[in-house]
């Protein structure tokens, strides 16, 4: 069974303000993959990043950040001084083999509101 | 090109009609893949086709059938749909294994009436 819990249903931050979506998740695997996703209102889900369960190295991208701690079991992402453009529904989302990297099942998605 | 594209982008269809949503990729991969969301809820996987084989389908009713006639395309025929079938249908592709991030569609709008 694995399950993705995206606790924060929807947040709202003004302008350049930085903002932490969680993502906690729960599987019994030791190999496992992460997935974070955006979806603007156009409806395609695009790629932010994937780590995999043997690492656990922080990431950043730009003004993207993402701490991986298997101790919590969480995969939270920080967006730092916050743009109009990341205004979108941002999900999280667990792949476990042997079905594959990208059979992919997602936590219920927050819903960011960047307001100018 | 890291493109997914996906025909029509919007479909009204009645509950005896045939339709067809179609879904091409140029970027080599070998898997593909069927999600359906409804409004405001997360995507749900429906089919994954490996090397042109349908490897899962995940108890999606036979109204649905996927088809992926070759490497790039992927259809899903639709027939006797239930208005409860309205969704956004979310085509994706990746290369196949284990450590590999999926390319998605914009989606097929499907409204059933």
């Known amino acids: 069974a694995q399950k993705v819990t995206q606790a924060q249903t929807e947040i709202s931050v003004v302008e350049k303000e930085d903002v932490t979506l969680d993502c906690v998740y729960e599987?019994?695997?030791?190999?496992?993959?992460l997935f974070w996703y955006k979806q603007p209102p156009s409806g395609e889900l695009v790629f932010l990043i994937r780590?995999?369960?043997?690492?656990?190295q922080n990431e950043i991208s730009g003004r993207y950040s993402w701490n991986f701690q298997k101790s919590t079991s969480s995969f939270n992402f920080t967006i730092t001084a916050s743009q109009v453009v990341d205004s979108a529904v941002y999900f999280c989302?667990?792949?476990?083999?042997?079905?594959?990297?990208?059979?992919?099942?997602f936590g219920t998605g927050t819903r960011l509101t960047v307001i100018p | 090109d890291t493109e997914v594209t996906q025909t029509p982008k919007h479909l009204v269809m009645g509950m005896t009609n045939k339709k067809s949503l179609k879904c091409e990729q140029h970027?080599?991969?070998?898997?593909m893949y069927w999600y359906k969301q409804k409004a405001k809820k997360p995507p749900e996987l429906m089919f994954v086709?490996?090397?042109?084989?349908?490897?899962i389908n995940e108890s999606v009713p036979s109204r649905f059938s996927p088809e992926c006639p070759n490497s790039s395309l992927l259809n899903l025929h639709l027939h006797a749909l239930q208005p409860e079938d309205s969704a956004l249908y979310l085509c994706?592709?990746?290369?196949?294994?284990?450590?590999?991030?999926?390319?998605f569609g914009q989606g097929t709008r499907l409204t059933v009436v």
């Open positions: 599987t019994r695997d030791t190999t496992y993959y």
């Open positions: 780590r995999n369960s043997f690492d656990e």
């Open positions: 086709y490996s090397y042109e084989k349908l490897s």
């Open positions: 994706a592709s990746s290369r196949p294994g284990m450590n590999t991030e999926a390319f």
């Open positions: 970027m080599g991969h070998r898997a």
């Open positions: 989302a667990l792949s476990e083999p042997p079905t594959g990297a990208n059979n992919l099942f």
